[in-house]
């Protein structure tokens, strides 16, 4: 008598919807609910801040210096007789702007740089003895260098961030290409 043979077909994996994924990946890491939260509560509260005080972070009030915590200054005034809390509210959008054009600038430059060293080998030795370099310099001695050869400001601070964190990046995506 004849063996035959039998298959079986499997029943096909539906795709769980991308949603769902995120789901069941934030239920298995909590504590990306409390960086989410307070990440977008700063946000908030950056965005909200010409709303959540009236005083102008700016305004120098000799009268004032030093004082407490009180009804009037909620985190209190600085030697000048800054309100502290103005002065918060308002860094925070400053900071938050620095954090996003940071992490945008060092990883689309890295990402660049990294592909030209992985796929064009002539450039590989000497894009990578300049990240070497840069890796070499203490990044707080590089920003103090370059704060003391270009002007300050805000310009000038995000360039002073970004230089030592495009090596790191650089590296990463040369290894993965």
């Known amino acids: 008598k004849g063996h035959t043979m039998t298959t079986t077909t499997l029943p ?3 795709p769980r919807p991308r949603w769902r994924r995120a789901a069941r990946s934030l239920r298995r890491h909590p504590m990306l609910y409390v960086g989410c939260a307070i990440l977008l509560a700063l946000a908030a509260i950056a965005l909200a801040a010409p709303w959540l005080t009236s005083i102008d972070p700016q305004d120098i009030n000799p009268m004032a210096r030093m004082k407490p915590p009180s009804a009037e200054h909620f985190f209190g005034t600085d030697a000048l007789g800054r309100d502290v809390y103005a002065r918060t509210l308002w860094g925070a959008q400053v900071s938050l702007l ?3 054009v940071v992490a945008l600038v060092s990883t689309a430059g890295g990402v660049l740089l990294g592909m030209l060293a992985g ?7 000497v894009i990578m003895r300049i990240m070497d370099g840069l890796m070499a310099i203490p990044g707080v001695l590089l ?3 370059l704060m003391a050869t270009l002007k300050g400001g805000l310009g000038t601070v995000i360039v002073a961030i970004v230089v030592p964190e495009v090596p790191r990046v650089v590296r990463l995506v040369r290894a993965l290409v």
Do not use: C, H, K, Q
């Open 12 to 14: 096909l994996a539906v």
């Open 98 to 100: 620095v954090g996003v």
């Open 119 to 125: 796929y064009f080998r002539r450039l590989d030795a």
């Open 143 to 145: 920003a103090i260098a």
